[in-house]
Every structure is written in C-alpha cells, then in structure tokens.
C-alpha cells in the first residue's frame, strides 16, 4: 500500500513541475509577469539613450523643465548684476536685487521671464524663511558696499558678496530642490495617468518630478557637449569629472532612472536616487574642498589680497552648501562651526594653510573624498 502511495505522489508532482507557467520572472525586464513561475528566456530590458530625450509612443516629447531653466536663467543674470559691481563697476541697488529674487523685477534681459509665476526666494531651503532672510540680508549689504576701484566688491571682512549669493544659491535652491524635494519624494508620485494631452503635457507626475530635478543639474539634453556653462553642470564636468566623475555619474543616473520610469520599471528608481543624491553630496563637499585648495595656491603665488579673498569666499559658499543635501554630511550645526572658523579672521584664516588643511580634513572624512582631497 505504502509503494502505491509513493508512486501517485511522485506522478503528481511530475505534472505539478510540468505545468509551472513559463514567461519572464525577472521584476526589472520590461515585460516581467508576476504569474509566470519559470523563466523561458523571453526577457525585455529597456534602453538607457545616450542624450536626456524621452518621446512617447506616438511621438509625443515627454521631458519638460522649463521652470528650472528659468530659475536658472534669472540666478544668472542676478549674478551678472553684482559682477558688475566689480573693477570699479556701478553702485548696485538693493530693490533690483530683492526683486529679481521674487521676481517681482521686470527689467529681465529676457522679457519671458517677467510674471512666468516662476522665482528663486520661494524655492530657496525647501521654504525656509530664516535662509530666504540670510540671502536677502547679503542682497541689501552687497548694495550698500562701495565698489572698489580694482578687484571684486568685498565685504570689510573680506567676504564677496557674488560669492556667497550665486554658489549660496546652487545649494539652497538648487541642490535641495533636486536631491531633498523632487527625488525624494519620487516613489510617492503617479506614473500611470499622463497629466494634460490637451494642453501639451504628455508626462505623467512622476516623470514630469524627474524631469524638474534634472533640470536643477543641467538645462540640456545633451549634457556634457552642452551645458558646462553655469553652475552644477559647470563645476560636475568641468572642475570634478577627472577625480570624482560627477558630471558623468550624475547624468547617467537622471537617463537610467528617467528610462526605468518611463518604462514602467520602478523597481530601478530607488537606485538611481541614491546615485544622485550620492554624487550630488560628493559634489558640493568636492567643490568646498577645491577652493579651500585653491586659497592655499593663492597665498602661495603671492596674490592680492583681495584675488585670495574671493577664493575663500567661493569655499565658504561651497561649505555653506552642504547641510542643503539629502543625508548631508555634515549638520548645519557643524558647517555654522566650520565657517565661524572663517569670519572670527577671514583674511587671516586664508593665511592660514594648517587651518585650512585641518578644515579640508574635517569635509574630506565626512563625505567620504580622503582619497581626493589632496588632487581637488
């Protein structure tokens, strides 16, 4: 009896095994099947393009961050106006600046920009109101300073001005705005119902929260043949990319992860996210590093003071950047210590090379760039 028993059982089990229902059980493949308990070797993968364009399947472009550009171009110009401050340049006026951070200003050089709904301040620190008041504190003091016959306008203290608003601004509107707003809340947006066909939009929310973080980094598509002009992009490919390869890393990721979702495969995102957000912490302590390095060189070559100022104040800004990333590396508490090091004696501080060295150490250990402080 117990034979017959143990025959039906194995015979069971042979059609049991015989009938698994082949298909492709890999979650990441673009025509995964979550019945399918065998795999046949049918598996699709989505490709990674080589430039950030997503067309839809009837044409349609589904990348739009216009808004970003915007806000790009009017940091641009802002920056250009306090330059022009430089070398014996008019006096700046504080209204112009404060508008042209609200945007409220409708003196733009590109006319588009007046009334778009789109600004800088209301971006800044994910709403912060006491760094929107610190940006617009540097904004009224750079306007009341006195341009100097030669050289960048500076503080007493030795601070630039231009400095601390434009890289200030890469980081507290920028940065936070692409790795601890838009990316970070990615997995929570809708990838399934395109927003508008009517009006032009054919992106869903998710893809669209991509695109806009994108945007933040660079405003091509083509990205590094374009846009290595200005800000993130500029620094990532320019100053980064032969030690840190941030240009590289972090566009790769946007088209990886921008692919996946437009392929449905979200099971990839979250991956890609942690790529940004990574890279982009790396980045902005790299570039802190770089020009505390460069501060050293310039004591060293016998620079004017004031040439060696504004590379210290470029670092600053850069330090002042960190604690606006996702996971930063170091607290608001430990960047507000490392820059009070700084202003107890800007000029001498720059003089300093064991300070400097020991200010380079302590950024380097915390994100991770020990290997690379030396070379940045």
């Given at each position: 009896?117990?034979?017959?028993?143990?025959?039906?059982?194995?015979?069971c089990?042979?059609?049991?095994?015989?009938?698994?229902?082949?298909?492709?059980?890999?979650?990441?493949?673009?025509n995964?099947?979550?019945?399918?308990?065998?795999?046949?070797?049918?598996?699709?993968?989505?490709?990674?393009?080589?430039?950030?364009?997503?067309?839809?399947?009837?044409?349609?472009?589904?990348?739009?961050?216009?808004?970003q550009?915007?806000?790009?171009?009017?940091?641009?110009?802002?920056?250009?106006?306090?330059?022009?401050?430089?070398?014996?340049?008019?006096?700046?006026?504080?209204?112009?600046?404060?508008?042209?951070?609200?945007?409220?200003?409708?003196?733009?050089?590109?006319?588009?920009?007046?009334?778009?709904?789109?600004?800088?301040?209301?971006?800044?620190?994910?709403?912060?109101?006491?760094?929107?008041?610190?940006?617009?504190?540097?904004?009224?003091?750079?306007?009341?300073?006195?341009?100097?016959?030669?050289?960048?306008?500076?503080?007493?203290?030795?601070?630039?001005?231009?400095?601390?608003?434009?890289?200030?601004l890469?980081?507290?509107?920028?940065?936070?705005?692409?790795?601890?707003?838009?990316?970070?809340?990615?997995?929570?947006?809708?990838?399934?119902?395109?927003?508008?066909?009517?009006?032009?939009?054919?992106?869903?929310?998710?893809?669209?929260?991509?695109?806009e973080?994108?945007?933040?980094?660079?405003?091509?598509?083509?990205?590094?043949?374009?846009?290595?002009?200005?800000?993130?992009?500029?620094?990532?490919?320019?100053?980064?990319?032969?030690?840190?390869?941030?240009?590289?890393r972090?566009?790769?990721?946007?088209?990886?992860?921008?692919?996946?979702?437009?392929?449905?495969?979200?099971?990839?995102?979250?991956?890609?996210?942690?790529?940004?957000?990574?890279?982009?912490?790396?980045?902005?302590?790299?570039?802190?590093?770089?020009?505390?390095?460069a501060t050293?060189q310039?004591?060293?070559d016998?620079?004017?003071?004031?040439?060696?100022?504004?590379?210290?104040?470029?670092?600053?800004?850069?330090?002042?950047?960190i604690?606006?990333?996702?996971?930063?590396?170091?607290?608001?508490?430990?960047?507000?210590?490392?820059?009070?090091?700084i202003?107890?004696?800007?000029?001498?501080?720059?003089?300093?090379?064991?300070?400097?060295?020991?200010?380079?150490?302590?950024?380097?250990?915390?994100?991770?760039?020990?290997?690379?402080?030396?070379?940045?």
């Open positions: 009896m117990r034979r017959i028993v143990l025959v039906t059982t194995l015979l089990s042979a059609v049991l095994i015989g009938c698994k229902k082949k298909g492709c059980i890999d979650p990441s493949a673009t995964y099947s979550a019945e399918a308990e065998k795999d046949n070797g049918s598996c699709e993968y989505y490709e990674v393009p080589t430039n950030y364009i997503f067309i839809d399947g009837i044409g349609n472009n589904t990348v739009s961050f216009s808004g550009t915007a806000r790009m171009d009017m940091l641009s110009e802002m920056t250009s106006y306090l330059k022009s401050a430089n070398n014996g340049g008019a006096q700046l006026d504080a209204s112009t600046l404060l508008t042209m951070y609200d945007n409220s200003y409708a003196s733009w050089s590109d006319q588009d920009l007046v009334n778009n709904g789109k600004q800088l301040k209301n971006k800044t620190a994910l709403g912060d109101d006491a760094i929107k008041a610190q940006f617009e504190a540097w904004m009224t003091e750079a306007a009341a300073e006195t341009p100097p016959s030669e050289g960048y306008l500076q503080a007493a203290s030795g601070h630039e001005w231009t400095q601390l608003i434009e890289k200030g890469m980081s507290a509107c920028f940065i936070s705005q692409l790795t601890a707003n838009y990316l970070d809340g990615i997995m929570e947006d809708d990838n399934a119902q395109v927003v508008d066909y009517q009006n032009d939009k054919f992106y869903t929310e998710m893809e669209h929260h991509w695109d973080a994108y945007g933040y980094f660079t405003d091509a598509t083509d990205y590094p043949t374009n846009g290595t002009n200005r800000f993130w992009g500029k620094y990532a490919n320019n100053t980064l990319e032969p030690l840190l390869q941030s240009g590289s972090i566009s790769t990721a946007f088209r990886t992860g921008r692919a996946a979702i437009s392929s449905d495969i979200l099971i990839d995102v979250p991956g890609q996210v942690s790529i940004i957000q990574e890279e982009s912490r790396r980045m902005v302590a790299g570039m802190a590093i770089h020009y505390l390095n050293k310039k004591v060293a016998g620079e004017t003071q004031n040439k060696i100022n504004h590379y210290l104040s470029e670092a600053w800004a850069f330090i002042y950047g604690p606006f990333c996702k996971n930063p590396d170091l607290t608001y508490s430990e960047v507000n210590n490392l820059l009070a090091q202003d107890a004696d800007f000029e001498g501080f720059s003089q300093n090379s064991v300070s400097i060295n020991a200010m380079i150490d302590e950024i380097a250990i915390a994100a991770g760039l020990e290997a690379f402080k030396n070379e940045l």
